[in-house]
């Protein structure tokens, strides 16, 4: 079945340090959709990423997904504290949504 | 955030002994679904529902049951818990499970088996 891959599983950065996760598809994908939890929060939706090569910002983050829609990345510019948390990407499959298993995110002050 | 409320938040129980926790929604949306997340595995589904009475597996349905008599509210039972299903469980709920529908997530309920 449709698998979603993404890496790193961890990142820990300096405050003002980049970071960016990866999200990798087995099959070509409709859409993407990335999704964000704080410790201890629940997921909550970011953005949805539908054409081919699509660009979308919010903010100091930036979405991509890929020319073959098959794989997608979030990067985040000069860190915040605010970022910490766990960023997940997701794909639909059969009826439902695949997520990966997440980046976690720790930002030192 | 959506009207979206789980029941209980934490639970702690003893191997062998049935479990049901509740997922009640305002929204009105026509699907929920069921998570369970793991360190390391992310989201995975359990059992999702599209309609009243209209149930389906998910990717780990072994071990779970679930109901839906009424649009607002999604049980998820495990009849008799067993210390894998140890987990925090997520209920989710979508307007009509199309591919680019977004779902939003309830609190979530950690769920400890002894």
């Known amino acids: 079945g449709q698998q979603v891959m993404q890496i790193p599983q961890y990142q820990h950065v300096q405050e003002g340090e980049d970071f960016t996760t990866y999200c990798n598809s087995s099959?070509?994908?409709?859409?993407i959709q990335w999704y964000k939890q704080r410790p201890g929060g629940h997921p909550v939706f970011l953005i949805q990423l539908v054409k081919s090569g699509e660009v979308k910002k919010q903010k100091r983050l930036t979405f991509q997904f890929g020319e073959a829609k098959k794989n997608s990345s979030l990067h985040i510019t000069a860190t915040q504290t605010t970022d910490v948390g766990t960023y997940f990407c997701a794909g639909p499959g059969n009826n439902d949504m695949r997520f990966g298993a997440g980046t976690r995110l720790t930002v030192k002050p | 955030d959506a009207g979206i409320t789980q029941s209980p938040r934490h639970k702690v129980t003893e191997t062998g002994t049935p479990v049901t926790l509740r997922c009640h929604q305002t929204?009105?949306?026509?699907?929920m679904y069921w998570y369970r997340q793991d360190p390391g595995h992310g989201l995975r589904l359990i059992h999702y529902?599209?309609?009243?009475?209209?149930?389906d597996k998910g990717e780990v349905s072994d071990g779970y049951s679930v109901s839906r008599s009424k649009t607002e509210d999604f049980l998820l039972t495990l009849e008799s818990a067993t210390s894998s299903q140890t987990s925090v469980y997520f209920c989710a709920i979508s307007e009509d499970g199309g591919d680019t529908d977004t779902q939003y997530f309830g609190p979530g309920t950690r769920l400890t088996v002894l």
């Open positions: 529902s599209y309609g009243v009475k209209d149930t």
């Open positions: 929204e009105n949306h026509r699907y």
């Open positions: 099959t070509t994908l409709s859409n």
